[in-house]
């Protein structure tokens, strides 16, 4: 997650310091929603066609989003500005729907929003770590005057996103416990759609049929 903040208060500095004033971060930038716009649907159709459980897709989609600064330390160029965004792109939409379908399938009944809530706290948090470590990175590497060394500020801040990949890993036996299975496989049960037409009133065939 630390990511989605370095792409918003350290690579647009970075750009304009290693390209010029007039570099177009901004057309980079846009391309995560775009991605995000296409590819969500369709991954996610492949994960629920592939019945990928939630460790799995967790996992996959943090370490594409995390080894993703390793593409501007290699091609320090617009070329390599455009792999990285898009590999954040690409994990952010491997990921994302799933950590937020994950938030709501291992909440008790009632306490969902208190559940998707916490799943945003890490985002959050990470603003505080991330603001000081961009303006420290920009000042050593990439100053406003002075040489941009931008391959070695974007290995830094790879080496900062990938360690969390791997603490995910190594956790992955706790954190996704049989139980959270269990739990979401209610979710796809009859008794859920028997569940969802009681609070409706009695009213869900009804609804379906329209």
Known sequence: MMNFHHMNVTFPKYFLRQFGEDA???LVLAINPIVIIFLVPAVTYLIDLWRLDYGTVLVVGSLISGVSPFALAVLNSTQGAIVWMVMLSLGEAIWSPKLMEMSVAVAPEGREGTYMSLTSAPLLISKLGVGGLS????????PEEGDCHGSMMWTVVGCTTCPLTLV?????????????????????SPS??????SIGGG?????GAC
């Open 203 to 207: 009213k869900g065939p009804e609804y």
């Open 135 to 142: 303006g420290a990175l920009l000042t050593q590497f990439c």
């Open 24 to 26: 177009p971060f901004e």
């Open 168 to 188: 995910l890993l190594l956790l992955r036996s706790r954190l996704f416990v049989p139980q959270d299975w269990a739990v979401g496989a209610q979710y796809d």
């Open 192 to 197: 859920l759609s028997q569940k969802e037409a």
